[in-house]
């Protein structure tokens, strides 16, 4: 707050000073002198290769659908041997922010209780074409490098099973999501008139 104040005050002296427009002219040329300065002394650098990768996931299904349909759960199966969980679970972290970079959301990975070595990762995704999108366009090549660090653990020759679950009232053979009527082919009630207004007493 104070720095607002200060502010005003020393913009507001400037402007009694050299004028209106000046004001509003010096602190322009400021702003894009510090980012030129910026670019220059303290260029963007990235440890990770951001250049663009398909994703070395499986070829979608062909649907018929709205492509607009969601949201789109997505599941994918990983079996790993108990002396890999740690350094698999490491990586998944990682994977997690690639994946919710590339539009996932509620992303999750959970052991089955009755079977330790398989894992199933999760997220949701708000339509198919987001979900197409994830596999053809946004991804890079250190996501596709993280992906086959996370398939390293993979036991044996396995391989992920992975599976598209589409919100059920999103396809064709549903009937929309939407309120039901409490009454069917009810009508509609009279709209509230004002009542008529108390005579004055005699």
Same mark, same amino acid.
């Given at each position: 707050?104070?720095?607002?104040? +200060? =502010?005003? &005050?020393? $913009?507001?002296?400037? #402007?009694? /000073?050299?004028?209106?427009?000046?004001?509003?002219?010096?602190?322009? #040329? =400021?702003? &894009? +002198?510090?980012?030129? *300065?910026? *670019?220059?002394?303290?260029? +963007?650098?990235?440890?990770?290769?951001?250049?663009?990768?398909? +994703?070395? $996931?499986?070829?979608?299904?062909?649907?018929? $659908? %709205?492509?607009? #349909?969601?949201? &789109?759960?997505? /599941? &994918?199966? $990983?079996?790993?041997? %108990?002396?890999?969980?740690?350094?698999?679970?490491?990586?998944?972290?990682?994977? #997690?922010?690639?994946?919710?970079? /590339?539009?996932?959301?509620?992303w999750g990975v959970f052991q089955d209780a009755e079977d330790p070595e398989l894992f199933l990762e999760t997220f949701t995704v708000g339509t198919w074409r987001e979900h197409l999108r994830q596999h053809v366009e946004r991804g890079t090549v250190a996501d596709a490098a993280l992906e086959e660090r996370a398939r390293a653990y993979l036991a044996g020759n396995t391989g992920t099973v992975v599976r598209h679950l589409v919100w059920a009232y999103a396809v064709p053979a549903a009937r929309p999501d939407t309120e039901p009527d409490v009454i069917a082919n009810a009508l509609p009630e009279p709209a509230p008139t004002a009542a008529p207004a108390a005579a004055d007493p005699p």
């Open positions: 707050m104070g720095g607002q104040a +200060l =502010g005003a &005050v020393m $913009w507001g002296a400037v #402007a009694d /000073t050299l004028g209106l427009t000046a004001a509003f002219l010096l602190p322009a #040329a =400021g702003l &894009v +002198l510090a980012a030129l *300065l910026g *670019l220059l002394l303290v260029p +963007l650098q990235s440890e990770h290769d951001v250049r663009h990768s398909e +994703l070395p $996931w499986p070829r979608p299904p062909s649907l018929d $659908w %709205d492509p607009d #349909a969601g949201p &789109v759960l997505v /599941t &994918v199966e $990983w079996r790993v041997r %108990d002396a890999d969980v740690p350094g698999f679970l490491e990586v998944m972290r990682y994977l #997690a922010r690639a994946r919710r970079r /590339t539009g996932a959301s509620l």
